[in-house]
């Protein structure tokens, strides 16, 4: 990979720079066996969940919607039931990349969930699939899982966008825009007590901060959107595509899920 692509992948993975506010010491704590390829897993202690001085409130970023967009936040207005959003989204034309996708990638794993995982766009893999957060990045996210308890019957998992952009690109802000209602919609549907977002796109998108995830995880959000009764706690962490090109940075992915363990032990 030359060096463009190489910093043009790192920018569609939420990266903006090469180190944090803070020296880390990753000795201090054992990663689980998704971090690390020798040894068995190992559970941390649970740590405690972060003080109310630690939970940031933000909404998503707000800009003139396309023609697109408006349609499709029509649709959401009206939508009441799972069965009928994705019967939406499945029907959708509006959005550009569904012409060049093979499939519609709407959700997996267990509606009435307590998580719901917010990731970025579907791959090569979830096209054929589709089915999100499979192939490679799937296998990792079902190790994350398992490390502090979880598999795809305890989470509900979509995605930012339906469709798989042309050559794996990351989705344009048209695209998150159009698509924007219906998972705004999708979220308040599952109605989970704790939501993650996955990498950058999703967490542009949903918290409507443009900050790398290095400064933004390690903390509890709380998103809003119309549709939701009370803010939902919300954690961002890298997506596991970016984690199996930088494995160092799973020690920090580690300790996000330590933190959603905590965090679950409590609620």
């Not at 344009?172 to 549907?189: D, W, Y």
């Amino acid at each position: 990979m030359d060096k463009k692509s190489l910093l043009e992948w790192q920018l569609q993975a939420g990266v903006d720079e090469t180190t944090g506010d803070e020296a880390v010491n990753h000795f201090a704590k054992k990663p689980s066996s998704f971090a690390s390829s020798e040894g068995s897993p190992s559970i941390a202690q649970d740590p405690l969940v972060k003080p109310k001085d630690d939970v940031v409130r933000v909404a998503p970023l707000h800009h003139t919607p396309s023609a697109a967009a408006a349609t499709s936040r029509a649709l959401a207005d009206g939508i009441k039931t799972l069965a009928e959003l994705e019967a939406a989204v499945r029907a959708f034309d509006g959005c550009a990349i569904k012409k060049t996708a093979s499939k519609t990638v709407f959700a997996d794993g267990n509606p009435q969930a307590k998580i719901v995982i917010i990731g970025e766009a579907p791959g090569g893999e979830e096209d054929k699939q589709g089915i999100p957060f499979c192939g490679p990045s799937g296998k990792l996210l079902d190790r994350m899982l398992a490390a502090i308890g979880l598999d795809r019957t305890l989470v509900y998992i979509s995605n930012t966008v339906f469709w798989r952009p042309p050559g794996n690109r990351q989705p344009t802000h048209e695209e998150t825009s159009i698509c924007l209602p219906f998972v705004e919609k999708h979220i308040a549907l599952v109605a989970p007590k704790l939501l993650i977002l996955s990498g950058g796109t999703a967490t542009t998108t949903l918290l409507g901060k443009e900050v790398s995830i290095s400064r933004l995880r390690g903390k509890f959000y709380e998103y809003e959107n119309a549709y939701l009764a009370a803010p939902i706690p919300t954690v961002v962490t890298y997506h596991p595509s970016y984690l199996l090109r930088s494995p160092a940075q799973k020690r920090l992915a580690w300790d996000d899920l330590l933190m959603i363990k905590g965090f679950l032990a409590k609620n």
